[in-house]
């Protein structure tokens, strides 16, 4: 489905990479929202766990979560937007792809977070 896409604007005289190039850009762009989103996700998540974190009430959070996510998905559904912003439409399998990508940085960024802070001190009890 791909190659005939790629076949019409070859025939229209717009190059096949121009709008490769333009597919490309638009998953960076996506890749870049959701990393953002999941970097705020694991930052909050590092003290407290992941589960415990999102049970928390935080308005800021669930409005700058919701509105980027809605922001993004107007992008990417209304066509005069993305002309706008100069972006192609993205299949569901690439923004899958990108989102899932992201899910595994919030989790190595969780599992990671233990090594940063280095040892734990011995507990000590108190009759000693």
């Not at 999941?38 to 935080?58: H, T, Y």
């Not at 989790?107 to 507990?123: D, H």
Request: a positive charge; hydrophobic letters at 55%; one cysteine or more.
């Amino acid at each position: 489905m791909r190659a005939a896409g790629n076949a019409s604007r070859i025939h229209r005289g717009v190059p096949a990479r121009v709008g490769m190039a333009q597919a490309h850009a638009t998953l960076a762009f996506c890749g870049l929202v959701f990393g953002s989103l999941g970097l705020i996700v694991a930052s909050r998540a590092r003290s407290a766990g992941l589960w415990r974190s999102l049970r928390v009430p935080n308005p800021a959070f669930w409005t700058v979560l919701g509105g980027a996510s809605a922001v993004l998905a107007l992008l990417l559904v209304l066509a005069p937007l993305r002309m706008l912003f100069r972006l192609s439409p993205l299949h569901w399998d690439d923004l899958a792809i990108s989102a899932g990508l992201t899910a595994v940085l919030v989790v190595a960024l969780l599992l990671a977070a233990p090594l940063a802070r280095g040892p734990r001190a011995p507990a000590t009890s108190p009759g000693t």
